[in-house]
């Protein structure tokens, strides 16, 4: 069970974008999709077949799983998380608050 999902909002704790916070957009394999984090621009061919034009774009690439950390709203800091077990199933909660995530 993967600490951090897609759809959490995470914060860059090391790196270029230090600080930034973003939504979690794909889970790859220790690496992670991150909306407005770590963008890089790609020159791109048009592909008229797909009504695709071409030029040059900006994009998001995966960042290092080592490198965010889950971000909890009620602190407005980055946080680790935790395994709790709650009627028989496992659920992730803050270290910090022990708030369910």
Not at 6 to 21: Q, S
Not at 35 to 42: A, D, E, H, I, P
Not at 46 to 54: R, T
Not at 79 to 88: M, Q, T
């Amino acid at each position: 069970m993967n600490k951090i999902r897609r759809g959490d909002t995470v914060v860059v704790t090391t790196g270029r974008d230090k600080g930034k916070r973003g939504e979690v957009l794909a889970v790859l394999e220790g690496q992670y999709l991150v909306s407005g984090v770590n963008q890089v621009k790609r020159a791109v061919k048009p592909n008229p077949m797909k009504n695709e034009v071409g030029g040059i774009i900006t994009k998001e690439v995966a960042i290092q799983a080592s490198n965010i950390a889950i971000y909890n709203s009620s602190t407005q800091k980055a946080d680790k998380v935790a395994f709790k077990d709650v009627d028989g199933r496992k659920q992730r909660v803050f270290k910090s608050t022990g708030q369910a995530v």
